[in-house]
């Protein structure tokens, strides 16, 4: 199904919020907000549910820990105990450093895979043309347009009169 997708391009935050919210009320779609840094609040603004990345972080430390954990205890009290100072073979005390590491390095990998899989973030991937604006202070809203409940130019005027300094009407969308 192919679309139209009217671009707002702004330079205030507290604008392009009154935007989103404005749009939302009207229940014109927002495909997406580009933006170069965190805007506060803007998730609510459109009603994105909160992110399960966290979980995904919980899961792969609490895997980094398991496996480093384990590995220790295998490692010098199973497969090769040595007498060490007169310290007994599995001294969890001795493998909280590792384990800790390991739960750290297994968290951050885990979150950064997840984040690159779920933004469909790989090698390769051609950069999306027209939002060379948004890399330094500008914020894009782009909205979709599959049918004609919204016109071009009624877009464009919503756009405007939240103050947006530039408005595109791509065929096709963006993505």
């Known amino acids: 199904m192919s679309y139209r997708a009217c671009i707002g391009f702004f330079d205030e935050t507290h604008r392009l919020l009154e935007a989103v919210r404005d749009c939302r009320e009207k229940g014109v779609p927002i495909l997406d907000v580009v933006s170069p840094f965190p805007v506060h609040g803007l ?21 980094g820990l398991t496996l480093g954990l384990c590995f220790e205890y295998w490692s010098t009290a ?14 969890f005390p001795a493998f909280v450093p590792v384990a800790f590491e390991l739960t750290v390095l297994f968290a951050g990998l885990s979150t950064a895979f997840a984040l690159f899989l779920r933004c469909k973030l790989w090698p390769g991937r ?11 202070d500008c914020h894009a809203l782009i909205l ?9 130019e009624e877009l464009a005027e919503l756009l405007r009169s939240h103050g947006a300094r530039e408005v595109r009407q791509e065929p096709g969308g963006v993505r």
């Open 144 to 152: 979709e347009q599959r049918d004609a409940r919204f016109l071009d």
């Open 126 to 136: 051609p950069a999306v043309k027209g939002m060379e604006l948004t890399t330094d």
């Open 78 to 91: 199973v497969s090769f105990p040595i007498d060490v100072g007169g310290k007994p073979w599995d001294s």
């Open 43 to 63: 998730d609510e603004a459109m009603g994105i549910r909160p992110s399960r990345l966290p979980w995904v972080t919980l899961i792969g430390g609490a895997v």
